[in-house]
């Protein structure tokens, strides 16, 4: 399926029949990749869709196809892009990039001056991610909202964040900051370039710094 059979909207209250659906294939997606997520319910989901921050992929024929959505921390001073997921149907079509895009491009409409920012294991994420701009930070540029670091809690990794006092842990921290507000002081690191392999080389790296300090059964967390 190529990506003009798919169509994309921002959420809305004739998507919430899609919400159980949704977080459904969220766990299902982790257990099977082995990985730990921030769990949340159809009502949280339903919510999203309400608030008109969230977006649906459906393919031409109705079909549940993606989702993901915005949740905004440190009173709308950062966003964070959470819960991408495409349906087993749809995977390996292209359709999460056009996903990101659809979603990055709400956020900057809804949170014109927000820094945007996501944390993941996965190279893909990252490739799109630094496409869209983003780019490989330290986790202290990120948001210090408690409620947002509360949601590592239900990690599978969550020791390792602890012991390393939130500083770090096997995601890779990306950040997106507006043009305009962009300044030196901003500890970024050096743009991938957007190769693949490099984002490759950096999860296989902290792998093994992690996996070194913990047993070899952790396994990997993706917050988007």
């Not at 766990?27 to 309400?50: C, E, H, N, V």
């Not at 992929?57 to 997921?85: D, M, P, Q, R, T």
């Given at each position: ?8 909207h ?7 029949q899609?919400?159980?659906t949704?977080?459904?294939e ?13 769990k ?6 339903i ?18 196809a993606g ?6 921390w440190?009173?709308?001073k ?9 349906s087993?149907n ?9 996903i ?26 990252m490739?799109?991610n ?9 986790y ?19 020791e ?6 939130r500083?770090n ?6 950040l997106?900051?507006?043009k305009?507000?962009?300044k ?5 690191k ?5 190769n693949?392999?490099l984002?490759?080389?950096?999860v296989?790296m902290?792998r093994?710094?992690?996996t070194g ?12």
């Amino acid at each position: 399926m190529t990506k003009s059979q798919f169509i994309i909207h921002t959420a809305g209250v004739q998507h919430c029949q899609y919400a159980e659906t949704i977080v459904d294939e969220m766990a299902l997606s982790a257990k099977a990749r082995g990985t730990g997520i921030a769990k949340r319910s159809p009502d949280y989901i339903i919510q999203k869709m309400m608030e008109g921050k969230a977006v649906i992929a459906l393919s031409k024929e109705g079909e549940w196809a993606g989702f993901c959505y915005i949740e905004a921390w440190g009173h709308g001073k950062f966003v964070a892009n959470s819960g991408l997921i495409v349906s087993p149907n749809f995977r390996k079509s292209g359709l999460a990039r056009e996903i990101k895009k659809a979603v990055f491009k709400l956020s900057r409409t809804k949170f014109p001056n927000a820094k945007i920012f996501g944390l993941t294991t996965g190279a893909a994420v990252m490739k799109i991610n630094s496409e869209l701009g983003y780019v490989p930070v330290s986790y202290s540029d990120l948001t210090d909202d408690e409620e947002f670091w509360k949601g590592c809690q239900s990690c599978v990794n969550y020791e390792i964040l602890k012991s390393k006092n939130r500083q770090n842990c096997l995601c890779t921290a990306m950040l997106y900051v507006p043009k305009d507000q962009k300044k030196k002081d901003v500890a970024m690191k050096k743009d991938f370039g957007k190769n693949l392999s490099l984002f490759e080389r950096l999860v296989r790296m902290k792998r093994a710094v992690f996996t070194g300090i913990k047993k070899k059964t952790i396994k990997t967390f993706e917050l988007i």
